[in-house]
């Protein structure tokens, strides 16, 4: 097949999950054409079958707000004509759905059809997207894509209840690329951040306030009180300087080290002992995923998708949000005992493995198979 394509070509979760299933599909023979406005971050290398269409916006001294979604619309229709692709896959919905219909009617007045698949990947639907200001275009697009899926059960429920929608919606769920988020020796590096043996502690995210990323402190501030730990704080965002204020605060910035964006999370992900995520909400929690797959277990909110994901008991512990003293005493009881940590190390793996590419991008293949035969 020849499939276009759209995401955010940042390293946010929408981005990276669109990035990996297109390379993956390119692996199995498809070309993949990526129409987004700079280099997808995980697009690093040459593959004949990957392609990347930029997004160029006109700026004008009229313009106080550029107009990238007419800008992606037409560039949709120049790649999707010359090109001749079968599908676009557009990935979060604002603006990148209503943009694909967009192209899509203007397509037909060439005697195009082209069908559209729209992922939803969380916070389309369960933040910005229910902004009154964007409701009935989110809305809208949904149910004028010719086929839509959602990264969890609980993604897709919230989906029909904040929405009016008549679609019915394919659950898939992440995935992770199990090459290259394994278990690394990074002895070396283990012993630079944790030389006397602490146990470390791991969080990545874009430290956006749905993240809850001061609950990580806390948490982490009541767990070395009895269990000599690190905490690695990976990323960068709004919440970032709150949070080392916080340490300071409590007296334990030196056991906490903010390491800012990295682009070799599995490298950190390797020496980690526990992963934390406290998020408001989570459609899934990729991030956790990759940190299982590295054999990290997790303590996490009971958010969203996150119990479709962290299994109670088994590959760590989920709690209500804002319960730091509930994580706290679960982050301990995990790290206390070797035996049961390694036990819990061997459980993140195993249900990572259910998650990895192999299994789930045939998912995707079948599906824009069914959509392209049925529209
Ligand atoms: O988590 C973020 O802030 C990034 C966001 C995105 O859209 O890029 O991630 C969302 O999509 C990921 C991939 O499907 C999911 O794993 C994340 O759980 C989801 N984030 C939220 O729902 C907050």
Redesign the pocket.
């Known amino acids: 097949m020849k499939i276009g394509i759209v995401c955010?070509p940042t390293f946010?979760?929408?981005?990276v999950?669109a990035t990996e299933l297109g390379k993956a599909l390119a692996d199995r023979g498809h070309q993949i054409h990526f129409v987004t406005y700079n280099q997808p971050a995980r697009l690093d290398f040459f593959s004949e079958n990957l392609f990347y269409h930029e997004v160029s916006v006109a700026q004008y001294p009229l313009f106080d707000y550029p107009p990238y979604e007419l800008a992606l619309a037409s560039r949709l229709v120049d790649v999707v004509r010359f090109e001749k692709l079968d599908v676009l896959h557009v990935h979060?919905a604002i603006p990148h759905a209503s943009a694909a219909f967009m192209a899509k009617q203007i397509l037909a007045t060439y005697g195009i059809s082209i069908p559209v698949i729209t992922t939803l990947?969380?916070?389309?639907i369960?933040l910005v997207g229910q902004d009154n200001t964007l409701k009935p275009v989110v809305t809208f697009s949904i149910n004028k894509s010719d086929g839509v899926t959602a990264?969890s059960e609980h993604l897709k429920a919230d989906t029909y209840k904040y929405f009016k929608i008549e679609k019915d919606i394919r659950v898939i769920p992440?995935f992770i690329d199990m090459q290259r988020f394994s278990l690394k020796p990074k002895d070396h590096f283990k012993k630079a951040i944790a030389p006397n043996g602490e146990k470390i502690m791991v969080h990545t995210s874009?430290f956006?306030k749905?993240k809850r990323t001061e609950d990580v402190i806390e948490m982490f501030a009541r767990v070395i009180k009895t269990i000599p730990a690190k905490l690695l704080m990976v990323g960068d965002g709004g919440e970032r300087s709150s949070c080392e204020k916080l340490s300071r605060s409590l007296g334990i910035s030196e056991h906490v080290r903010f390491l800012g964006k990295q682009d070799a999370v599995e490298e950190i992900l390797s020496v980690a002992d526990l992963f934390l995520m406290p998020?408001v909400?989570?459609?899934?929690?990729?991030a956790a995923l990759e940190a299982m797959a590295c054999k990290v277990p997790v303590i996490s909110s009971n958010a969203?998708?996150l119990p479709e994901l962290n299994i109670e008991g088994v590959t760590g512990f989920l709690l209500d949000v804002g319960d730091v003293e509930g994580m706290a005493e679960k982050a301990i009881y995990i790290l206390e005992d070797d035996e049961r940590l390694q036990q819990f190390k061997e459980n993140a793996l195993e249900r990572a493995k259910q998650l990895q590419l192999s299994n789930i991008m045939p998912l995707y293949e079948r599906y824009y198979e069914e959509v392209i035969e049925n529209s």
């Not at 946010?12 to 981005?15: D, E, L, Q, T």
């Not at 990947?121 to 389309?124: A, K, L």
């Not at 909400?281 to 990729?286: M, Q, T």
């Open positions: 955010y946010g979760g929408s981005g999950v979060y990947h969380g916070t389309d369960t990264v992440n874009n956006r749905v998020s909400s989570e459609s899934f929690g990729l969203g998708g």
